[in-house]
Each structure stands twice: as C-alpha cells, then as structure tokens.
C-alpha cells in the first residue's frame, strides 16, 4: 500500500474503519438484528434522501 502512495494517515483510517464495522457487524448477529428487505430500503429512500435518517417521531420532536 505504501509502495502505492497510500498515506500511514489513511492506512490507520482504513484499519479503524474495518475493526469498527467488524464489532458492528458481531453485535449484531449475537442480537440477532433483522435486515429488512431490500424493497423496504427502496420504500424508504426518498425520504431518506429528504429528511436524512431522522425518525419521524424525532424530526417532530424537533420542530416544537
């Protein structure tokens, strides 16, 4: 990688980037968290796009 050009600054990014997707991902499983289907997230994309990932029981919230 270094041979490449790839900063050690952007080496260590990538290293945190892993580990932390890696403990996500094992929480998850040992609580047995459900992925919706793929057409759930395409249900929800334009608001997604809109509002961000918000609730909508926080984004009301907020406007008070």
């Known amino acids: 990688m270094r041979a490449a ?3 050690d600054e952007a080496l260590v990014d990538a290293i945190h980037v892993a ?3 890696n ?3 094992r929480m998850a499983d040992s609580l047995a968290f459900d992925v919706p289907p793929y057409e759930s997230f395409q ?3 334009d608001s997604m796009l809109a509002s961000g990932y918000a609730l909508s ?3 009301s919230a ?3």
């Open 5 to 7: 050009g790839v900063r």
């Open 19 to 21: 580990a932390l997707f």
């Open 23 to 25: 403990m996500i991902v």
């Open 43 to 45: 249900a929800r994309a």
């Open 57 to 59: 029981i926080a984004s």
């Open 62 to 64: 907020r406007r008070r």
